[in-house]
């Protein structure tokens, strides 16, 4: 049973974020769109839960997917050792959690060291060509020429870009410039022994569901725009218009593979993130008098990958990204967010993210090729998305 903490006790984000690495702690710090309040999670646990053991509707905790299961990592959930929360980032309250004597007892005795946050590494994975000009220019190439013998409709293809870290780099410092800088955005830090860090400012929405609702959205379409500009004045080309038409199509067939016909499709229209905008469609369904209790359970299964991180039909598309992309994306384009806190379960699809390592950064940027993609172009709009971190990061 979830204990509680009776009296109300407050900490430092560093504090506590020190503590946690100390004791060999997942953590896992984020901020949800739209909202002021942040939150971290601490699981203690010497052994990660894979998420293939059955979550209850009364579990608290924080759920990761890897864009592939087959890539070496593993779908899991790490469990609400301890939940903090904050509404102003200078005091963070201690909420609740299954072994919140033991971290409230290393907290008391926690010194500060005078220097930036430590954070969980492993061993930095090499990717010989995926961050190559050349390679990506010829791959959009052979995509296109695979999607006009009608092999599929249309793939995503990644690549990464690294960035060395500054002597002084502050991880935690970094999470409050995303934070402040990307308010529409789902904002995470994942940190785990073995499995490395991870931080990023993504705005899918993968799936939102309670009891009563269920919510997912389709996302397609990127380019720069000004933020003086009205959203109304935004103008899509043919391809822009036609990529994200083909998300929200994939979402509508994963409905008639389990027969939901009862649905509300709101779109599609333009949406910020940050410098850039997106053509988002809604969909939404009632549960409160549906037959599909595991409605959100069931629809995260099927939607994952999306057409937006894989591609269009997803088998033939996947294949060709397994065979040709020559790139681990690790937990790039998976997916991540909190399970069953208040009831509510949400999970984004883990775009605009890096790996962080001892003094590198490696950023992760996909792009969504169709029949009139323009490789040049598509190099252009990778670089874009990777300077939705960058920005941030070099601006302090």
Known sequence: MMATI????????????????????????????????????????????????????????????????????????????????????????????????DIDKSLKEYTLENRPPTYHTRDQSVDQISNEKKHFIDLVNKSIRFIKRNEFEKVVIARTFNKDLRDNFDILTLFDRLSLAYQDAFVSLVSIPSKGTWIGATPELLTEYSKEYFRTVSVAGTQ??????????????????????????????????????????????????????????????NLENKEFPNLGATMTNLLHPTSAVCGMPKLSALQFIEENEHLNRGLYSGYLGPVNMGGISKLYVNLRCMQLFDQTAKLYAGAGITFDSIPEKEWDETTLKCHTLLDVMDSG
């Open 224 to 285: 720069q725009f000004s933020n003086d500009k009205n959203l109304s004045d935004a103008a899509w080309t043919q391809k822009e218009i036609i990529e994200q038409a083909m998300v929200s199509r994939y979402i509508v067939d994963q409905f008639k593979k389990i027969r939901l016909r009862e649905y509300i499709e709101t779109g599609p229209y333009s949406v910020r993130a940050g410098s850039m905008i997106h053509l988002k469609s809604e969909f939404s369904v």
């Open 6 to 101: 009776t009296k109300k006790k407050y900490y430092q984000l560093d504090h506590i974020w020190e503590t946690a690495i100390k004791m060999n702690g997942s953590i896992v710090l984020w901020k949800s769109p739209r909202e002021n309040d942040k939150n971290l999670l601490i699981d203690l646990s010497s052994k990660i839960v894979d998420s293939k053991t059955k979550i209850q509707a009364s579990d608290m905790g924080f759920l990761i997917s890897p864009f592939l299961n087959n890539s070496g990592e593993k779908t899991f959930f790490l469990k609400a050792d301890a939940v903090f929360k904050s509404k102003n980032n200078k005091k963070w309250e201690l909420v609740n959690g299954e072994r919140i004597s």
